[in-house]
C-alpha cells in the first residue's frame, strides 16, 4: 500500500518499496511533507493572485507607500506606530493590577469556613459576572457611565484610565481562575503537612500552597495576556487615540485599509516574543515535572 | 493511500483554480466610463435606485423610518429617483465599509460623505450637493464658551468622530496641545461631552446645533469655520451612474430644487458666525 513514489513529484522518488525500512520510509516522508507544503501553499497563492480583485486589494491593503505612510503619521494624521506605545502602557498598567486582583479573588473564593460564605459569593458573583459580560460593554459602562455621575473626582478621570479599570475588571475575572486551577491542582496532603508542621492556615497558602499553585499556570496566565495585549485595542472606544483607532482614522481620511494591516503587524510582533516565552515555559516546566517523575 | 489521495487532491485543487482563475479574470474587466443613459441607467439592481445610508441616520439629513427617508439628504435622494423614473430602495452601508474594494451593493451612498482627493482616487463622486462647515459646540459654563477664535481653542481637550473632516479640521487647523479624543459616533461625542471629557466638539455644522437645540441642554455652538467643503453622493469607481446622476442634480440645482430643499431642512441649522483663524 505505501507504493506512493508516483504521486509524489521529484527527480527521485525513493520508498517504493515497502520493504525497505524505517530509514526509506523517513525519506519519504519528508518527500510527501514538502510535496504537501509546496502545494499547499501554492493553492493559496493560487487563489490570491488570481482572485479577480486581487489588484484592488493589493493597492488597498499593500501599498508600500500608504504602509509607510500609516506606520509614521503625517500632517494631520496620526502615527500608528507612535500610537502603539498607548497600547504598551495600557497592557502594562493593567496587567499588574489584573495579577494581583485575580490572586485576591482566586483566594477568597477557596477560603473553608462558614463565616466566609458572603466573601465567597462575592468572589463567584464577580466572576461569573465579568467573565460573561462583553468588555465592550463593559468599557462603554464604565467610560461613559461613571463620567455622567459626577461624582467629584472619580467621575473626571481621564478616559485612559478607566479603559484601565475595565480592562482590570474583566480580566481578573478571568485570571482569577486561572489562579484557582492552580490552586486546586495543588495536593491537600501539602496543606496537611504545612498545617501539621505548625504553619498557620494562611502561611501554608502563602508559602506551600500559592508558590506551586503560580508555577503551574504560568502558562495559561500568559496565554489570558496575550489575550490582554490586543484587547488594549477596545479602549479607543472611550476617545484616545491607539493603534487600531490611528489605523481607522488613517483609513477614513485616505480609503486605503494598508494602515489597518500595519497596526495588525505591531501587535503580531509583540504578541509573537510572549507566545515563544510561554512556549518555552511549558517545555521547561514539562522537563522538570518528567525529572522529578524518575527522581 | 490516503496520503496519496491528499497530495493528488492538492494538485487537482491548483489545476482547477488554475483554469477558473483565468477565466474569471478575464471576465472581471470592466467596460469604463460610459456617459448617461437615462433612459437605460446602469444599475445596481434593475429597475429600481438602490440608495445606501449608515445606521443610525441622524436628522435632519434624515427624518422618518428606514422604509421612507425625508430629511434633506432622504429628499434629495428621493427626488433624484423620481426624476429618474425609478422607485428608491435604502440599504445600510456602515461609513467604514463604504470604500472597501470590491462590488459595491448599492447604485450610491449618501451619508454626509466629504469630497476629498485621497478619498476620489478609490471612488466616485457625484457632484457636490451641500456647502459645509465645521462646528464647534461647547458647554455654556465651561471656560472654551470664551473662545472667540480658533487658536482660542488650541489648549482645550477637543473631541471629534473618527472618518469625519472635523477631525481633519482640528488636526490640521486648530492643532491642539493635547491629542484630539477620538470617538466612534455621534453619541459618545455627545457623552463625553456633557460629562466634561471633552470640552470641545468639532463635527458638522448643521449636526452641532442640532446637538444644542435638541440632546444638549447648556451647550452652545460658539462658531463655525468654513473648510470649502462640499458632501457628494459616493460611488463605486467607474459607475456610469455618476453621470446620470449629476445631470439630474443639475437640473435640481438650477430649477431651485436644491435650494428650497435645504431651506426646508437646514435653514434653522446654519445661522452662526465664522470664527476667526
Redesign the interface.
Known amino acids: ?1 505505501t507504493q ?1 513514489g508516483p ?2 513529484p521529484g527527480p527521485s522518488a525513493p520508498g517504493k518499496d515497502p520493504g525497505r525500512g524505517s530509514r526509506a520510509l523517513g525519506n519519504r516522508g519528508v518527500l ?1 511533507s514538502s ?2 507544503t509546496v ?2 501553499f ?2 493559496i497563492a ?2 490570491v ?5 486581487s489588484g ?2 493589493a ?3 499593500f501599498s508600500p507607500s500608504h504602509l509607510w505612510q500609516s506606520l509614521v503619521g503625517s ?4 502615527s500608528v506606530l507612535g500610537a502603539f506605545l498607548l497600547n504598551v502602557q495600557i497592557f502594562m498598567v493593567s496587567e499588574v493590577f489584573i495579577l494581583i486582583l485575580a490572586l485576591i479573588i482566586a483566594v477568597v473564593r477557596g477560603i473553608p469556613g462558614p463565616v466566609f460564605f458572603p466573601f465567597r459569593l462575592v468572589a463567584v458573583a464577580y466572576t461569573d459576572l465579568f467573565r460573561g459580560v462583553p468588555l465592550i460593554l463593559v468599557l462603554y459602562m464604565i467610560g ?1 457611565g461613571v ?2 455621575l ?1 461624582l467629584g473626582f472619580v ?2 478621570l481621564p ?1 485612559v484610565t478607566y479603559g484601565v479599570i475595565s480592562l482590570v475588571l474583566v480580566y481578573s475575572a478571568y485570571v482569577a481562575e486561572v489562579y484557582r486551577a492552580g490552586i486546586e491542582s495543588v495536593h491537600e496532603s501539602q496543606n496537611a503537612a504545612a498545617r501539621s508542621l505548625g504553619l498557620t492556615r494562611w502561611q501554608s497558602l502563602r508559602f506551600v500552597v500559592l508558590p506551586q499553585a503560580i508555577r503551574r499556570v504560568i502558562p495559561p496566565l500568559l496565554n489570558d495576556f496575550i489575550g490582554l495585549q490586543k484587547d488594549t485595542a477596545l479602549v ?6 491607539e493603534a487600531a ?1 490611528a489605523a ?2 488613517y ?7 494598508a494602515s489597518y494591516v500595519v497596526a495588525a503587524l505591531l501587535f503580531v510582533l509583540i504578541t509573537i516574543p510572549l507566545a515563544r516565552f510561554t512556549d518555552r515555559l511549558i517545555a521547561r516546566d514539562k522537563r522538570r515535572r518528567e525529572a522529578g517523575a524518575l527522581a | ?1 490516503r ?2 489521495g ?3 487532491g ?2 487537482l ?2 489545476l482547477l ?2 483554469g477558473c ?2 477565466t ?2 478575464e471576465s ?1 474587466s470592466k467596460d469604463s466610463k460610459a456617459s448617461c443613459d437615462l433612459d437605460n441607467p446602469s444599475l445596481f439592481e434593475k429597475g429600481q435606485l438602490t440608495v445606501a445610508t449608515d445606521k443610525p441616520a441622524y436628522p435632519p439629513w434624515f427624518k422618518g423610518s428606514p422604509k421612507d427617508y425625508s430629511g434633506y439628504e432622504g429628499n434629495i435622494a428621493s427626488e433624484i429617483a423620481k426624476r429618474m423614473d425609478l422607485p428608491i430602495k435604502w440599504t445600510v452601508e456602515p ?2 465599509k463604504s ?4 462590488a459595491k451593493d448599492f447604485d450610491f451612498d449618501i451619508n454626509q460623505i466629504t469630497i ?1 482627493p ?2 476620489e ?3 466616485d463622486f457625484s457632484d457636490g450637493y451641500f456647502d459645509n462647515a465645521q462646528g464647534v459646540l461647547v458647554m455654556k459654563d465651561s471656560p472654551a464658551a470664551e473662545a472667540k477664535s480658533v487658536s482660542d481653542l488650541k489648549d482645550f481637550t477637543i ?1 471629534a468622530q ?2 469625519t473632516t472635523g ?2 479640521f482640528v ?2 487647523t486648530v492643532k491642539p496641545t493635547e ?6 459616533s455621534t453619541n ?1 461625542a455627545k ?2 461631552l ?5 470640552d470641545v466638539f468639532v463635527t458638522d455644522l448643521v449636526t452641532t446645533v442640532y446637538l444644542r437645540d435638541f440632546e444638549i441642554e447648556g451647550s452652545t455652538v460658539i462658531g463655525k469655520y468654513p473648510r470649502n467643503e462640499q458632501f457628494g453622493m459616493l460611488f463605486e469607481q467607474g459607475n456610469p451612474l455618476v453621470d446620470c446622476v449629476n445631470q439630474v442634480l443639475g437640473e435640481m440645482k438650477s430649477d431651485g430644487t436644491l435650494k428650497k430643499l435645504e431651506q426646508k431642512h437646514l435653514q434653522q441649522y446654519l445661522d452662526v458666525a465664522t470664527l476667526e483663524k
Open positions: 500500500m506512493g504521486a509524489a510527501v510535496a504537501s502545494l499547499f501554492t493553492i493560487v487563489v493572485v488570481l482572485a479577480p480583485g484592488v486589494v493597492e488597498r491593503f500632517e494631520g494624521l496620526p461613559f463620567p455622567g459626577g467621575s473626571y478616559d479607543s472606544v472611550l476617545g484616545s487615540i483607532r481607522q482614522i483609513g477614513a481620511s485616505e480609503f486605503n485599509y | 493511500m496520503e496519496r491528499i497530495l493528488i492538492l494538485l485543487a491548483v483554480l488554475v482563475g483565468g474569471s479574470a472581471g461609513f467604514n470604500y472597501a474594494p470590491g476629498t485621497e478619498r482616487q478609490v471612488v473631541g473618527v472618518g477631525l481633519d488636526n490640521e491629542d484630539p479624543k477620538v470617538y466612534d459618545d457623552s463625553a456633557e460629562s466634561g471629557q471633552i
